[in-house]
């Protein structure tokens, strides 16, 4: 059974930074795409980014060159760096994976429960 577990939100000031992981268990990790989407209060849920299992790279036009999203194959882990943080970036931050190598954009996969970011002075 695929497990997704999502840690390092929290409460940071405008500015400010954060990492984000998700670890993966009771999977071939390694094989498939993963992403983060993100869900603020009363909003759809959006795409942030995304990284296929051979390193290639996706990211949401409101996130790209202040977020990294990276994957470590022997820790199974995804994360997701995040720079220079706004009061638009607070939502809850859900962990996707993907059951193809290659980045779908859809609800397709396992998700993780959600990690919230809150970003507020």
């Known amino acids: 059974q695929v497990q997704l577990v999502e840690s390092g939100g929290g409460l940071v000031e405008p500015g400010g930074s954060l990492r984000l992981s998700c670890a993966v268990s009771g999977s071939d990790f390694i094989y498939y795409a993963m992403g983060w989407y993100r869900q603020a209060p009363g909003k759809e849920r959006e795409f942030v980014a995304a990284?296929?299992?051979?390193?290639?790279?996706t990211y949401a036009d409101s996130v790209n060159g202040r977020f990294t999203i990276s994957r470590n194959g022997l820790e199974k882990t995804v994360r997701l760096r995040m720079n220079n943080l706004n009061p638009e970036d607070t939502a809850t931050y859900y962990c996707?994976?993907?059951?193809?190598?290659?980045?779908?954009?859809?609800?397709?996969?396992?998700w993780g429960q959600g990690t919230q970011v809150t970003v507020s002075s």
């Open positions: 990284i296929t299992s051979t390193g290639t790279k």
């Open positions: 996707n994976h993907k059951l193809t190598p290659s980045w779908r954009a859809d609800d397709s996969g396992y």
